[in-house]
């Protein structure tokens, strides 16, 4: 078992069907204790060696917390530099799971082909931005931009993304609203996902796991740092709800409102192809994406200073969407070190006992094993978890 803790998913079936299901967490959600007593330059160089799943942003909302308790200001440019990493990291952990794990659903090999340019990617990206000695993610970091380079990596997305995933140009795809061009795509079976989605459609499994729940909204930091404060934090930290309710943190919620998305759930609810699109979705839309942040950090002027955000003195609070939701870190500090240090992930969210891989998992078919475990792997692979997890049956 790796440092990250497993996720337990038992399903329990009663006349073939599932009718019960047990998640279970070996997730060390204390381990942001050993923060304690240290100085936050300390803690910013612990950060990506012990949560090496989605590192950057790990690095991004640490680096942001750090820098609001501290009240130290940062460039402007600096914090969209930040930004372009996390978001160059969310296409990488999308691309994995494409190509990775979803040519297997459906029969076929992983093409590697398509693998070599991204072991390095965030690398180059760091080099691209802050130069190959600068430190991405620390307190006050010196911009280095190298445009062209940065360039050259969105390209390598972009390819990528065209030959491997979209077979069309990743902008053309997303700017796809309407649900015959969708099925049209899907008809034409070019790439391996479009294949996948294809054999989804075929078997009857678009509504897999469509259970409905509530989207994590949109709130003021400070509500957040207030329910971080409360005497039951830990066991929000460990099973976390908003406003009593478990919700859900995800590209699917990320994407809710493009046209495309609200077709699919239209006719599908939230269940596999909506999610399995808004993936897609949400990797097709990065490349322009990054090109906007680039040519914004390149117009803006050095020198301006974003101020922290004030809450809680002593107190700063970093927030960042990740690739599977949104994550957030709460840094204390007292006499310079850390107080207490909490991080809330997307996993606690999407993976809670009541929560959307729990509900959407309910009802399942259950007669033939073989086939309770590909439709279950599906859905779980689908909302994505930032750990392993074994799947039982009882």
């Known amino acids: 078992m790796s440092i990250e803790g497993e996720l337990r998913i038992e399903l329990q079936s009663q006349d073939q069907q599932v009718r019960g299901v047990t998640i279970q967490s070996s997730r060390p959600l204390q381990l942001p204790s050993l923060f304690e007593g240290k100085t936050p330059e300390a803690v910013l160089q612990m950060i990506p060696m012990l949560y090496s799943v989605c590192a950057n942003a790990q690095a991004g909302a640490a680096v942001t917390a750090c820098r609001q308790a501290m009240e130290v200001g940062v460039e402007s440019r600096v914090s969209l530099a930040e930004s372009m990493l996390i978001l160059c990291e969310t296409a990488r952990e999308h691309l994995w799971r494409i190509l990775i794990d979803w040519p297997g659903f459906s029969g076929e090999t992983v093409n590697r082909t398509y693998l ?7 690398k180059q990206a760091k080099c691209a931005c802050f130069g190959e000695q600068g430190e991405a993610f620390s307190l006050q970091p010196t911009l280095q931009l190298d445009s062209e380079g940065f360039r050259r990596l969105i390209d390598i997305l972009s390819r990528t993304s065209e030959q491997a995933v979209f ?9 796809m609203c309407d649900m015959d061009d969708f099925h049209r795509w899907i008809d034409d079976k070019a790439t391996a996902p479009a294949r996948l989605l294809a054999n989804v459609r075929d078997k009857g499994l678009c509504h897999l796991g469509g259970a409905e729940i509530t989207a994590l909204p949109d709130f003021e930091v400070q509500s957040m740092d207030q329910r971080l404060q409360q005497p039951d934090a830990d066991r929000f930290v460990a099973l976390p709800e908003w406003d009593a309710t478990p ?13 495309l998305i609200k077709a699919l759930q239209s006719d599908y609810g939230s269940g596999l192809m909506t999610r399995m699109a808004a993936r897609l979705l949400e990797l097709s839309s990065i490349p322009g994406a990054l090109i906007d942040l680039l040519h914004k950090l390149m117009g803006e002027k050095s020198g301006q200073q974003l ?10 609070l970093g927030i960042v969407e990740a690739a599977r939701g949104r994550l957030t870190h709460r840094a204390s500090l007292a006499d310079g070190v850390i107080s207490r240090y909490q991080i809330l992930a997307p996993t606690e969210w999407n993976f809670h006992p009541e929560g959307v891989v729990a509900r959407g998992l309910l009802g399942l078919p259950a007669g033939d094993e073989a086939a309770l475990r590909r439709q279950a792997s599906l859905f779980i692979n689908a909302v994505d978890p930032c750990v392993g997890y074994r799947l039982e049956f009882a």
């Open 307 to 316: 101020e922290p955000v004030h809450g809680t003195k002593g107190v700063g």
């Open 116 to 122: 070599s340019d991204l072991p390095e990617l965030m």
């Open 167 to 175: 077979g069309l140009p990743p902008g053309q795809w997303h700017s």
């Open 247 to 259: 919700r859900e943190t995800s590209a699917l919620t990320r994407q809710a409102t493009h046209p």
